[in-house]
T-cell receptor, first 110, second 111 residues
Framework: GQNIDQPTEMTATEGAIVQINCTYQ??????LFWYQQHAGEAPTFLSY????GLEEKGRFSSFLSRSKGYSYLLLKELQMKDSASYLC???????????FGRGTSLIVHP | DAEITQSPRHKITETGRQVTLACHQT?????MFWYRQDLGHGLRLIHY???????NKGEVSDGYSVSRSNTEDLPLTLESAASSQTSVYFC??????????FGSGTRLTVV
């Protein structure tokens, strides 16, 4: 099985940078996802990492270290609309289906 | 545009009743999934399907069933609704790519 840990809640200031960490233990590894979920809405896909390193997409970047069982989502130039829950999900080897962490609630204040 | 839709958006039902939640996607995705989301638990997999006539149990399948008679639909049935099944239910689909597309969710209350 898989065990995924994320901080429950984080706060940050508009315009700042925030890093949301995700650590995992899994039997084999076949990819890590990040999703964003605004309150009362569906999760939306942000990024997918299967190889080590940093993937950048505009203001959002995702990093993976498979040897450390560690990923982070980096959000730059924070905006109020970035207030949401951020879900880390890991897919084990031989499985198509990811297991989701409990999510990190990010609050961006002025 | 392709989409994935769930209905109803909100449902209140009584304990013991059978309830069916609909999920319809026009992405032509083979893979479809049902999750429930509760405070403190995150998204938990109920059932999933890799294609027509294929169904599989997920982590929390007790009390739920699904059927897949075509590519577009994966209805979720609660055989006899219980208060513990009060939750928000999300349907998702994926193709040969890697990301899920989620429906807007159904908020189910069992009284």
């Amino acid at each position: 099985g898989q065990n995924i840990d994320q901080p429950t809640e984080m706060t940050a200031t508009e315009g700042a940078i925030v890093q949301i960490n995700c650590t995992y233990q899994t039997s084999g590894f076949n990819g890590l996802f990040w999703y964003q979920q605004h309150a009362g809405e569906a999760p939306t896909f942000l990024s997918y990492n299967v190889l080590d390193g940093l993937e950048e997409k505009g203001r959002f970047s995702s990093f993976l270290s498979r040897s450390k069982g560690y990923s982070y989502l980096l959000l730059k130039e924070l905006q109020m609309k970035d207030s949401a829950s951020y879900l880390c999900a890991v897919r084990g080897r031989g499985s198509y289906i990811p297991t989701f962490g409990r999510g990190t609630s990010l609050i961006v204040h002025p | 545009d392709a989409e994935i839709t769930q209905s109803p958006r909100h449902k209140i039902t009584e304990t013991g009743r059978q309830v069916t939640l609909a999920c319809h996607q026009t992405w032509n995705h083979n893979n479809m999934f049902w999750y429930r989301q509760d405070l403190g638990h995150g998204l938990r997999l109920i059932h999933y399907s890799y294609g027509v006539h294929d169904t599989n149990k997920g982590e929390v399948s007790d009390g739920y069933s699904v059927s897949r008679s075509n590519t577009e639909d994966l209805p979720l049935t609660l055989e006899s609704a219980a208060s513990s099944q009060t939750s928000v239910y999300f349907c998702a689909s994926s193709g040969t790519g890697d990301g899920y597309t989620f429906g807007s969710g159904t908020r189910l209350t069992v009284v």
